[in-house]
């Protein structure tokens, strides 16, 4: 069974601050890893993707991905209060749907 | 582009009765639809996969009978809870995905059911 390990947090970081967000997955086969943001009671919303080892920089987002740590992080610069939400990783093999963890929740203190 | 739209945007049911939720791709053509359930603080669960015009894959756990799947044209799939009852209480969403889009899933809005 295709597990998604996050920490639910809260993770509190202040205003300006960097959010480092961490993700470990145990399907081997994953091949691209996405990251979503999930305010409280909306749908999620896609932040980036990432299919190689390394970084991946997107604005104020940069994904880490390390496969064989079986690894995915989330970095977000200059962290703001908008910024606080519940953050979804989801690692996918091939076609298949996504499947999804359980989500850090951020909050960013003004 | 790639607008995935969900109707009703929530619904309060009594329970017993059977609720029909509307899955919509408004500017491409969804050749894969995915619905998932959220209850309070967890995080999305797959509940099955339909491709247009096949009957859906229900992941284990999720009974077919009860959350019946319709995916009858390239924009619609629709999900009806089956004598909803307050278990059923959930925030739904939806996904698509077509050809012209590649792998990505776009996510509806949700659904937010309440059974009373």
């Known amino acids: 069974q295709k597990e998604v390990e996050q920490n639910s947090g809260p993770l509190s970081v202040p205003e300006g601050a960097i959010a480092s967000l961490n993700c470990t997955y145990s399907?081997?086969?994953?091949?691209?890893f996405f990251w979503y943001r999930q305010y409280s009671g909306k749908s999620p919303e896609l932040i980036m993707f990432?299919?190689?080892?390394g970084d991946k920089e997107d604005g104020r987002f940069t994904a880490q991905l390390n496969k064989a740590s079986q690894y995915v992080s989330l970095l977000i610069r200059d962290s703001q209060p908008s910024d606080s939400a519940t953050y979804l990783c989801?690692?996918?093999?091939?076609?298949?749907?996504?499947?999804f963890g359980k989500g850090t929740r951020l909050s960013v203190i003004a | 582009g790639a607008v995935v739209s969900q109707h009703p945007s929530w619904v309060i049911c009594k329970s017993g009765t059977s609720v029909k939720i509307e899955c919509r791709s408004l500017?491409?053509?969804?050749?894969?639809m995915f619905w998932y359930r959220q209850f309070p603080k967890q995080s999305l669960m797959l509940m099955a996969t339909?491709?247009?015009?096949?009957?859906?894959?229900?992941e284990q756990g999720v009974e077919k009978d009860k959350f019946l799947i319709n995916h009858a044209s390239l924009t619609l799939s629709t999900l009806t809870v089956t004598s909803a009852h307050p278990e059923d209480s959930s925030f739904y969403i939806c996904?698509?995905?077509?050809?012209?889009?590649?792998?990505?899933?776009?996510f509806g809005p949700g659904t937010r059911l309440t059974v009373l």
């Open positions: 399907d081997r086969g994953s091949q691209s």
């Open positions: 990432i299919y190689s080892n």
């Open positions: 996904s698509a995905r077509g050809w012209e889009q590649g792998n990505e899933q776009f």
């Open positions: 989801a690692p996918r093999s091939g076609n298949t749907p996504l499947v």
């Open positions: 339909s491709n247009e015009g096949s009957k859906a894959t229900y």
């Open positions: 500017d491409f053509q969804a050749t894969t």
